[in-house]
């Protein structure tokens, strides 16, 4: 059964710094790509960063210079590192793994960037 598991979220003030983490099981863990999403209010869901198994990174033009994805493949868990949040980053965030068409979903953590 596969688990993904978020933490971290929280609430910040615009210009501080969260780092989400993604722990999983009951995949191959160090041959999967690994993403993070994020969905706000009235708005669709996007891509924020991913890392493949070999370490190629993406991500979205908006978070680019602030965030930084990683993995520990020893403990199976994914990070997201954000820095200079804006309010626009206020979202739910999903961790990933499969893709989004039919692949698994954390259950999501809520990052809110108010002052």
């Known amino acids: 059964q596969v688990q993904l598991v978020e933490s971290g979220g929280g609430l910040v003030q615009p210009g501080g710094s969260l780092r989400l983490s993604c722990a999983a099981s009951?995949?191959?863990?160090?041959?999967?790509?690994m993403g993070w999403y994020r969905q706000a209010p009235g708005k669709q869901r996007e891509l924020v960063a991913a890392i493949t198994s070999r370490g190629s990174i993406n991500y979205a033009d908006s978070v680019k210079g602030r965030f930084t994805i990683s993995r520990d493949n020893a403990k199976n868990t994914v990070y997201l590192q954000m820095n200079r949040l804006d309010p626009e980053d206020t979202a739910v965030y999903y961790c990933?793994?499969?893709?989004?068409?039919?692949?698994?979903w954390g259950q999501g953590t809520q990052v809110t960037v108010s002052s």
């Open positions: 990933n793994t499969g893709g989004e068409g039919n692949g698994y």
């Open positions: 009951g995949i191959w863990f160090r041959l999967s790509t």
